[in-house]
């Protein structure tokens, strides 16, 4: 019985708080504390992982892993497409041709990027985009446009609007009129620049018919995409090289993990900061409770066991603080994209821009593994903070507490 009464007496002084209002409203403070910086680290980490994920899987779903192109346009592509394709890791592969130029329209202006493509070997994340947008490949004479060009230029479907180009001579442009057939969006930062149409169109607007630029190749491992284009290389004459996403899109990448380490670090410094005011809330508890200490003292208790006795109480704020910051961290998880939307809708405005970010949306990729490294280091961080005010509370000396009762 002796030995349970620590855990007897820790748990009844978790549970009545102090006799001082100021002792209970401290240590509410410290349980919310724990909780909230709990929640943000998981909601934080889970946010910034989503960025990660989005990262990999639907913009480098648009932006090709890697680009082989040549010194002259290729006209026996199908052949060194099959080369291609036979490669190691090689997932996909896409004949492509494109055009630089403006898009005019209702008097406004954009720059873009025709690209032109076969509809029977469309990438995979083009043509996911272009399903979810509800539209079909353009034909001959028609023009996809991404949703932000479309509605910078103010036009809708069926509307005509026209392609101006640099020709062959430096003194003259290329004016071609195409017909809109459809809106699409990727929801990435590619919306900004592009524009689909069918690759026999492209490489006649560029002046090379019947020939194409290159190759769009997707692997397996995109952080081996350099030495896999070396050995593609192998197989082609001289004059080709490559371009890979590294190049384009290497420093998003890494921008996005320094933000997650950084953002994860300032929010650990939350929990670190909730988690030691645990030791303001148990010194207050000493201090309030020195005289039942001193009694307990007396009819028994050894120091070790006033050591055990703060040790649970301190346990028990940090399991409760930490359990409610998951739960609050995991729902904020599920619901904070949604609110996200519906904070938009009521504003009117758009918080992410694929103008200025990556993707125009809030990904959340909440992972197990988050949820018990930010759990431990919690727990373990406010128990490191109870052994102070534990060891200050072995130390009252009954003598002077219980003088003049």
């Known amino acids: 019985m002796i030995r349970s009464l620590p855990v007897t007496i820790g748990l009844r002084y978790f549970l009545s708080g102090g006799r001082s209002r100021l002792v209970s409203f401290i240590s509410m403070l410290a349980l919310l504390g724990m909780a909230l910086g709990v ?57 492509f041709t494109r055009v630089k130029g403006i898009v005019f329209a209702q008097d406004n202006t954009r720059p873009i990027e025709i690209l032109g493509l076969s509809e029977t070997l469309l990438p995979s994340g083009i043509s996911t985009a272009i399903k979810d947008s509800g539209v079909n490949f353009p034909k001959q004479g028609q023009l996809l446009l991404a949703e932000p060009i479309a509605k910078s230029l103010g036009i809708s479907v069926g509307e005509v609007v026209n392609l101006i180009v640099p020709s062959d001579s430096l003194r003259q442009t290329l004016v071609v009129p195409m017909t809109l057939s459809g809106v699409f969006a990727t929801h990435t930062e590619v919306d900004q620049v592009l524009g689909l149409a069918t690759m026999a169109q492209v490489a ?55 933000s997650r380490n950084l953002v994860g670090l300032l929010i650990f410094l939350i929990v670190g900061i909730a988690a030691f005011n645990v030791v303001s809330m148990l010194m207050m508890t000493v201090i309030d409770k020195r005289k039942d200490i001193a009694v307990l003292q007396s009819m028994g208790l050894c120091r070790r066991q006033i050591v055990q006795l703060f040790l649970v109480q301190g346990s028990l704020i940090a399991i409760l603080g930490t359990s409610l910051g998951i739960l609050l961290g995991v729902l904020g998880c599920y619901w904070v994209a949604d609110l996200i ?44 903070a109870t052994i102070y005010p534990a060891i200050r509370a072995s130390r009252t000396l009954p003598a002077e507490e219980l003088r003049y009762e």
């Open 204 to 258: 006649s607007i560029a002046g090379t018919p019947d020939v194409i630029e290159g190759y769009q190749v997707q692997v397996t491992d995109v952080f081996e995409v350099r030495s896999i284009a070396r050995n593609i290389l192998k197989q082609f004459p001289y004059g080709y090289g490559y371009r890979d996403w590294m190049q384009s899109h290497g420093n998003l990448y890494q921008a996005i993990q320094l």
């Open 341 to 384: 939307a519906v904070i938009e809708s009521i504003l009117g405005a758009n918080f992410l821009d694929t103008a200025v970010y990556p993707i125009d949306y809030i990904p959340v990729d909440l992972r197990y593994s988050d949820i018990i490294l930010v759990s431990v280091v919690a727990v373990l961080l406010t128990l490191v």
């Open 39 to 95: 929640a943000l680290l998981i909601l934080v980490l889970s946010v910034m992982n989503g960025f990660d994920r989005e990262m990999r899987e639907r913009i480098l779903s648009v932006v090709p892993h890697m680009q082989i192109v040549g010194s002259m346009a290729a006209d026996d592509w199908q052949s060194q497409l099959e080369a291609i394709s036979q490669q190691p890791q090689v997932r996909e592969v896409t004949p």
